[in-house]
């Protein structure tokens, strides 16, 4: 990026309901995919424009506070962009700002943490059918101390290629910060469990989240997650959960300082060779 | 309804997007419609079901805590049909309970109050996609002061024919029992206004909204409120919110001692000699 171009912070949220996932497919609809064309349309670009993104989530994820950014020419009024960008934009999409990028910033690579949520209704919850698009339904009911006891065993820095779809190049070492499931009082009934990592790999979120169910609703014993979860390669007994239930719902960045130093270190750790398609 | 037959209370919830309303309609996919049908195949009857409701709500309003009531032939296994109906309804529609109603129970007349909400997102909310089939989007900042103000004139024993489709032989006249508009914590930036009232006419809640939404809004000024309200007849200007924002929350009852007593009294003030379509 030279002096010819700015880089902008977008941060949106979108319903992933009728998507083909984040990135960009052939023939397919995908959010990248929308915001890019918009953004190339309403500036009358000649030269194509490339969307980067915190959490490339999968077909169906949604997300409430995502986090991209985006080279653009010089001279952009973001207030009128923004306001066409919201006007063309399917209703499923909605961008809440575009704001000049702090130097240094890169959605991916100077993100610190994700926090993602995943919602389940188990045979104790009321499932409410406006939230039917966002939550699973489960027909056991869940025993959350059981859950979150197994969930603890996963904490901190780790080998997560047993939940993760294998990337040839990429690292599956993440560091769990967070995992804790709870009946939400703004949802009621609704079993929200929450797991917040410096990064994700591919598909890791669901496939935790397959293993803690099978746990919780008692289909499987403490055993079994012992094995699953010191496992040297994915396991084929963990379910992947269904995509409709989880939601990125936040992103977390360092100060503005040191945003150029954390790229570099996480550029270094993580990046393949090979484009990935999974959530970050 | 003899000793052949027993009455149940359902409690149910429906996302009401894509239903023409709760009210049967030849040749439209309705609640009332899509509940009759399969209580009448999985009890196998050759007499047709008819369901009573506590609010009859319009085309696309939705319902979280609805009540209805229905005469079944004895001997109903209502755990076994409370599990069949659940497996073959469509996922928009969850009846929660089917319990044996109480002596003297109607699920229309019984009921002492009725309460709705209606959310909206004006320019000072941050609108998230997860919930755009429940909130109504208006451009302008609303002033929740001048609103709730002008509702609090509303409030009490007085006709709304001003706020009412006609219904020949039936009153207009009600007693709204709140009116409030905050912003809610659990949706962070959606306006959430509560109306309660014994019971409401067809489109009553919603040109409420559409009458103090222009003032809040600065649309229309006190004035042109004042004149709306003691109209005689539905006012032209003032517009019908639409139905996406309305959710009916909440249906009360009296004790069981007095539910007879309160049907008997409800049915002679209200009922009219033509079937209502409206919200009760």
Redesign the interface.
């Known amino acids: 990026m030279g002096t010819t171009h700015r880089r902008w912070r977008l941060d949106l949220?979108?319903?992933g309901t009728n998507f083909s996932g984040w990135a960009v497919q052939p023939d397919r609809r995908t959010v990248q995919g929308e915001l890019e064309h918009w953004l190339s349309r309403v500036l009358r670009l000649d030269e194509p424009v490339r969307l980067v993104v915190a959490g490339r989530t999968d077909a169906g994820v949604?997300a409430?506070a995502q986090v991209a950014h985006v080279d653009l020419p010089v001279g952009v009024d973001s207030t009128a962009l923004l306001r066409r960008l919201r006007r063309v934009l399917s209703?499923?999409?909605?961008v809440?700002a575009l704001t000049p990028a702090p130097d240094g910033f890169d959605a991916r690579f100077s993100a610190i943490w994700r926090r993602y949520v995943y919602r389940l209704w188990d045979s104790a919850s009321?499932?409410?059918?406006?939230f039917?698009?966002?939550v699973t339904l489960i027909p056991e009911e869940l025993d959350l101390g059981h859950f979150n006891a197994a969930g603890n065993q996963l904490l901190g820095l780790r080998d997560f290629a047993p939940f993760c779809k294998p990337r040839s190049g990429a690292t599956t070492i993440r560091t769990l910060l967070q995992l804790h499931a709870e009946r939400a009082?703004?949802?009621p009934g609704t079993i929200e469990c929450t797991l917040v990592a410096d990064a994700f790999c591919h598909s890791m979120v669901r496939s935790v989240m397959g293993a803690l169910v099978a746990v919780g609703a008692g289909r499987r014993d403490d055993n079994w997650f012992h094995q699953v979860m010191t496992a040297e390669l994915r396991h084929n007994e963990v379910l992947v959960m269904p995509a409709k239930g989880l939601?990125l719902e936040e992103v977390g960045y360092p100060d503005e300082d040191h945003l150029a130093r954390r790229a570099a270190e996480a550029r270094s750790k993580r990046e393949s060779t090979t484009p990935g398609t999974g959530n970050e």
């Open positions: 949220g979108y319903d949604h409430r209703d499923a999409i909605v809440h009321t499932p409410d059918p406006l039917r698009h966002m009082e703004d949802l939601t």
